[in-house]
Structure formats: structure tokens, C-alpha cells
């Protein structure tokens, strides 16, 4: 499912790359595709739990089957590292992005996709067990496979940021926008949209307008690294 992210953020990412002709990338939780389109020649590593989802990513020229998690990964190694979509299904995501920062070199940048639980679908994701998430999915007509979703409170975007500042690596770039499951659900449901826009209201009158808005359910945010 291709998010209307990805292209601001391949703009912002081959901007901060600033001309470079080649670059070291760590694909984190790369799965069968790569998310992030380079201008600069890439020597790619990608790190995933499934080998049958390894094995089809023909964008990586080295696959490493491991846990981001757990994984030793080489420090000050790689000039970007992306994780996209998979800081949600982590039961330890500050494990993961210790680990990932830690990677990066210095002046390296850290570019992480990942839902945002303070939205309409973020709530209902965490409150709602794993086999609603499958016929959900099936209903809406979606092959691609589906992993359990944790969706810890650690990577609600400013506790990310805040802990991103707290471990040396400065924000570069934020931008939240509203997923394609969720726009698909309300064009094919004059319910489902009401109830949305319903919720919405609800939100920005009880949080006295502090919460803009609860149909961001994306978020997309960029990190260098201090050098």
C-alpha cells in the first residue's frame, strides 16, 4: 500500500543527502520492497525476521536475517538507515531505535514511516485484536500479509522525537498525513465517513482545538545525526 508520503519524504531525503554520488543504506524491516527511491548509487543492506520476505527483495545487495531489536548492527556504518511501517509491530521499539541510531554515521540520516496512534485509526488498531485486523483487511480487499500490531505508546510522534533529541540526532523533517486504508474505507462508506468526520469534531471540541485534527493516521519523520 503505497503511502502519500513516501514522495515528500524521498524529496526531503535526497535534499539532506546533498549531492553525494554514493551512499550506504540499512533497508530496517526491509521486507520484499524498498520504500525510498535515491538519486545517489546505493549499496543496500536489508535486515528482516522473514526469510521468504528476504528472499524477494531484489533491491538489497546483502540480506541479514535477524530481529532489529536484538541484532548487533555495525556502529557508525551506514549513511541512511530507513525503517518504514515496522516500528508498529516492534514489542521493543526503543530496542529497535537504539540500535538503528547507533548505526547511522555521524551527519547520517534516520527515516522512519510508521502510523500515528493519536488518530482515528491508530486508537482502533491498538484497541482491537489481531484477527478483527485480518478480516478487516480481507473485507477490504488487500492481499499483502498482515503481522500483529503493538503500536506502543513510545512512538507516538513527539515521544519518538523527544527520545530520537535525548540519544544525539536532531529533527530534520515531520509531516503527518491521512493513510490510504482509511481514505479507501470512507469512499466506499457514507457511514464510515460520517463517523470519521463525527469523531473527528469530537476530538478538536474536547481538546479545546489542540488536537487538529484525529484523520492523520501516517506519520513520516527524518533524523540526522550530530556529527
Same mark, same amino acid.
Given at each position: 500500500? %503505497?503511502?502519500?508520503?513516501?514522495?515528500?519524504v524521498?524529496?526531503a531525503?535526497?535534499?539532506?543527502?546533498?549531492?553525494?554520488?554514493? =551512499?550506504?543504506? &540499512?533497508?530496517?524491516?526491509? !521486507?520484499?520492497? @524498498?520504500?525510498?527511491?535515491?538519486?545517489?548509487?546505493?549499496?543496500?543492506? $536489508?535486515i528482516?525476521i522473514?526469510?521468504?520476505?528476504?528472499?524477494?527483495? /531484489? /533491491?538489497?545487495?546483502e540480506?541479514? &536475517? $535477524? #530481529?532489529?531489536?536484538?541484532?548487533?548492527?555495525?556502529?557508525? #556504518?551506514?549513511?541512511?538507515?530507513?525503517?518504514?511501517?515496522? &516500528?508498529?509491530?516492534? @514489542?521493543?521499539?526503543? #530496542?529497535?531505535? @537504539?540500535?538503528?541510531? +547507533?548505526?547511522?554515521?555521524?551527519? $547520517? *540520516?534516520?527515516?522512519?514511516?510508521?502510523?500515528?496512534?493519536?488518530?482515528?485509526?491508530? =486508537?482502533?488498531?491498538?484497541c482491537?485484536?489481531?484477527?478483527?485486523?485480518?478480516?478487516?483487511? +480481507?473485507?477490504?480487499?488487500?492481499?499483502?500479509?498482515?503481522?500483529?500490531?503493538?503500536?506502543? %505508546?513510545?512512538? &507516538?510522534?513527539?515521544?519518538? =522525537?523527544?527520545?530520537a533529541?535525548?540519544?544525539?540526532?536532531?529533527?530534520?523533517?515531520?509531516k503527518?498525513?491521512?493513510?490510504?486504508?482509511?481514505? +479507501?474505507?470512507?469512499?466506499?462508506?457514507?457511514?464510515?465517513?460520517? /463517523?470519521?468526520?463525527?469523531?473527528? @469534531?469530537? /476530538?478538536?471540541?474536547?481538546?479545546? !482545538?489542540?488536537?487538529?485534527?484525529?484523520?492523520? #493516521?501516517?506519520? %513520516?519523520? *527524518?533524523?540526522?545525526?550530530?556529527?
Amino acid at each position: 500500500m %503505497a503511502s502519500l508520503l513516501q514522495q515528500p519524504v524521498c524529496e526531503a531525503v535526497n535534499a539532506l543527502l546533498n549531492g553525494k554520488r554514493q =551512499i550506504r543504506v &540499512l533497508e530496517a524491516g526491509c !521486507g520484499s520492497a @524498498s520504500q525510498i527511491q535515491f538519486k545517489a548509487a546505493v549499496q543496500a543492506v $536489508g535486515i528482516d525476521i522473514s526469510a521468504e520476505e528476504l528472499e524477494k527483495n /531484489a /533491491a538489497v545487495q546483502e540480506k541479514i &536475517l $535477524g #530481529d532489529i531489536q536484538d541484532y548487533t548492527l555495525p556502529k557508525d #556504518d551506514f549513511d541512511v538507515v530507513v525503517c518504514w511501517m515496522v &516500528l508498529e509491530h516492534l @514489542s521493543r521499539p526503543k #530496542d529497535a531505535l @537504539s540500535n538503528l541510531f +547507533r548505526a547511522v554515521k555521524p551527519g $547520517g *540520516i534516520v527515516v522512519l514511516g510508521f502510523p500515528n496512534l493519536a488518530s482515528i485509526k491508530g =486508537i482502533v488498531t491498538k484497541c482491537t485484536p489481531f484477527w478483527f485486523h485480518t478480516l478487516f483487511y +480481507r473485507w477490504m480487499h488487500y492481499k499483502s500479509h498482515h503481522f500483529p500490531t503493538y503500536l506502543r %505508546a513510545d512512538i &507516538l510522534p513527539d515521544r519518538l =522525537i523527544r527520545f530520537a533529541q535525548d540519544n544525539g540526532l536532531s529533527l530534520a523533517f515531520c509531516k503527518l498525513a491521512e493513510g490510504g486504508v482509511a481514505k +479507501r474505507l470512507r469512499s466506499r462508506s457514507g457511514l464510515a465517513d460520517v /463517523a470519521f468526520s463525527a469523531i473527528n @469534531s469530537a /476530538a478538536r471540541l474536547v481538546s479545546l !482545538g489542540r488536537w487538529q485534527t484525529a484523520l492523520l #493516521d501516517e506519520c %513520516a519523520v *527524518i533524523l540526522q545525526k550530530r556529527g
